[in-house]
Each structure stands twice: as structure tokens, then as C-alpha cells.
């Protein structure tokens, strides 16, 4: 019998995959508790148009994540902080002071937990990563001058 599944079947699949199992398996266990329904024509093309949609919006979001990759990687962010003689600052550039910065300056709202970088301690200009998608990176100037 083929099914379509609603919910995830450990060893089966995922949501909206299309299996052919043994009747009795479909009778007496997914049907009844609500984990697939019987792949009927009409399920078939509802599935598939989920797909679709499903597709087009990761396609949607790849290119909305590569322009912000772009006006990324122009941004020069620069930080003031005390320093030593040596170039070591007194204090340190964190990740949520980079994107709230990103924020403020530039209207672009970025998740701390995206800028891949250990708090910035020394004087001069770092380059650091952000990681918008798995796939899909820029990379930022931030600048550290003595105030």
C-alpha cells in the first residue's frame, strides 16, 4: 500500500514522503494514528505542490542571504577603545557589539550567534565571518581604534 506520511516514522521517513509499505502495517499502525494517510491521486499532487513551494521559498531565501552577503562584505565597522602602549585594548569587541552595530549603523539585523568570531582584543582592523546560510558566507571589516 502506498501512504503519504503526515509526521516523522523513525526508519520509515519524513513528513510528505511518498512510501509503499505492507498493508497491514498502513491498516493497523500509521492510519490509525494519524502518522500517513493512503496516497490517493489528489494527495499525490498536494504533496508535490508542497514541495514546490517548499523549493521556492529555500530559493528565495538563498538569494535574499547572497545580497546580504554582498552588502556585507562593503561594511567597515570601526570600534574606539582604550589601549595600551603595547596594542592591547582594555576591553574586548564581542559578537552582540557587531551586530548591534551592524544594527545601528547600517540598518542590517543579524543574529549574534551568526558572526563567528572570539571577542576582538588588539588594535587594527580583523576581518570576521558571518555565517548567513550552511552555504552562504560574507565577511566584515571590524576596525579597533585607541579612543
Known sequence: MRVVLKQEVRGLGRPGDVKDVADGYAQNFLLPKGLAIEASA????????????????????????????????????????????????????????????????HRISIDPRKVQAEPLRALGVHRVEVRLLTDVRAHLAVAIEPA
Not at 521559498?57 to 565597522?77: F, G, M, P, S, Y
Open 42 to 105: 489528489g494527495e499525490l499532487k498536494r504533496v508535490a505542490q508542497e514541495r514546490a513551494s517548499q523549493q521556492a521559498k529555500q530559493d528565495r531565501a538563498h538569494e535574499d542571504a547572497e545580497t546580504l552577503a554582498k552588502r556585507l562584505n562593503a561594511v567597515t565597522l570601526v570600534f574606539k577603545l582604550k589601549a595600551g602602549e603595547q596594542g592591547k585594548t582594555f576591553g574586548s569587541v564581542t559578537t552582540k557589539e557587531i551586530a548591534d552595530a551592524l544594527k545601528r549603523e
